[in-house]
């Protein structure tokens, strides 16, 4: 199937994209890589009026530090650049963990980070590891910006906290401090371009004992949207970080998920597999602080 008949634009500055934006009022999509909305075009499950593209929007493109604070990445921000970057793989473990298996080299050269966050899938790589690290999501538009945990930022199903005339402006992945661990963990059916049956997202902070001060389990592809299994963190504050309390922990993730039967595996499956993949992403997180 071809694409149907819309408007097209391509914005040269940020200024020109929220003016775009405005004037649309709630008719327009945007295009970053297009490695998700081209398809649902194609497909028949989006009919948008007016494509506004920001591919090559230079101002929504970039990965930038500030010590001591945390890392900020902009929307526009290739999936690639995240991968090859040695400040995420230092900085956001679990993000670089997610990014890598996020389709193929293709895909990635092509598909951004707002894209994967915008589209919503329960099943993507990027959202558990981005609520487990705390991140927090600027959205921009209408004269002002905002800000958000990720988690905050999914409402419903595939439905997004963007109203009229906004955008996600960029992604902000606070400071990692050297006494915390984090982990990404999913499962597929094969090793690479398929979707999640799971995904985790783990971190938490060790105290001078040796035990759990804070903890954010995130998990996607078991809920309508990705979630943190509170409980299941609850499970682990105030406690040694052993391999006990972890496979505690998974347990209780595994209560807190509700997924769904369907090609790739049943609801009880993915419940089973919550647990083993929470105690081995809590025992990975670990193993990385230890080597630290």
Known sequence: MGLPTFEYYCPDSSAELERLLSECGGQAKILAGGTDLLVQIKGGFQSPAVLIDIGNLESLQGISHKEGNGTEILAGTKIAAIEESPLIREKALALYQAVRLLGSPQVRAMATLGGNICNASPSAETLPALIALGSELTVA??????????????????????????????????????????????????????????????????????????????????????????????????????????????????????????????????????????????SMASKSLQKS
């Open 141 to 282: 538009g209408n004269g002002s910006e905002r800000n958000l945990p990720v988690e905050s930022f999914f409402l419903d199903y595939r439905k997004v906290d963007l109203g009229p005339g906004e955008y996600l402006k960029s992604v902000f992945v606070p400071e990692q401090s050297d006494d915390s661990g984090s982990a990404y963990l999913c499962r597929m059916l094969r090793g690479a371009m398929e979707i999640d049956i799971v995904n985790v997202g783990v971190w938490f902070l060790m105290d001078t004992e040796g035990r759990c001060q804070k903890a954010r389990i995130a998990l996607g592809s078991v809920a309508p949207k990705p979630f943190r299994a509170y409980e299941a963190e609850a499970v682990l504050t105030g406690k040694p970080l052993s391999e006990d309390n972890f496979q505690q922990a998974g347990k209780v993730a595994s209560s807190e998920s509700s997924p769904i039967d369907d090609i790739r595996g049943s609801a009880e499956y993915r419940r089973d597999i919550v647990r083993v993949m929470v105690a081995r992403a809590l």
